[in-house]
């Protein structure tokens, strides 16, 4: 069963996520996606860390900034994987092959392919990505294109999960079971 969680810069996303796993077992995959850049993402990283190691859940833990679709092919049968964060994996993506003259395309098809996986996965699935839409409008031209491939990666994931929850200030809602069917 996929499902997906999404929200704002520090919600609490990820807690959430972590907290569901929780209410489908008592060990699983964590793949985590952040590249280790500066001393301000390894501490964030750390933090996570020391989070997942104080709970009663049991993490094994696969740092994979850009093979997600792969590794999730090799860890099929899996019980329970948590995959945070989809926003990063997407940065990875585009930064890895921005230079190209259809980057944007190149990074559809990933995102594609994430969800075709994601469909057929017989285990449970959940991911935690940002809605990065509803700020500003980036003033730079990689900026938007970020904006807008992350905007349809949500929705083509939030097509097949069978759960979507936005967590803003620490409260998660359902929406899938919310939405308006037109």
Not at 10 to 26: I, M, P, T, V, W
Not at 35 to 46: A, G, I, K, N, T
Not at 142 to 154: F, K
């Amino acid at each position: 069963m996929p499902i997906l969680v999404t929200g704002g810069a520090r919600s609490g996303k990820s807690s959430f996520a972590e907290k569901l796993c929780a209410n489908y077992g008592d060990r699983g995959i964590y793949i985590a996606t952040a590249q280790l850049y500066d001393d301000e993402m390894r501490e964030r990283v750390r933090m996570h860390q020391m989070e997942r190691d104080q709970a009663t859940f049991e993490w094994k833990t696969i740092e994979e900034p850009y093979d997600l679709i792969a590794l999730l092919g090799d860890l099929e049968g899996s019980k329970m994987i948590l995959v945070d964060c989809l926003t990063l994996w997407l940065s990875n993506i585009l930064l890895r092959c921005e230079a190209e003259p259809n980057a944007t395309d190149l990074v559809k098809q990933q995102i594609d392919q994430l969800v075709e996986r994601v469909r057929i996965y017989a285990g449970t699935l959940i991911f935690v990505t940002n809605e990065v839409g509803s700020g500003i409008v980036p003033e730079y031209p990689l900026g938007r294109q970020y904006r807008d491939l992350a905007g349809y990666m949500n929705r083509k994931l939030a097509g097949v999960c069978e759960q979507v929850y936005l967590v803003t200030a620490g409260i998660p809602i359902e929406l899938k079971s919310r939405a308006v069917q037109l």
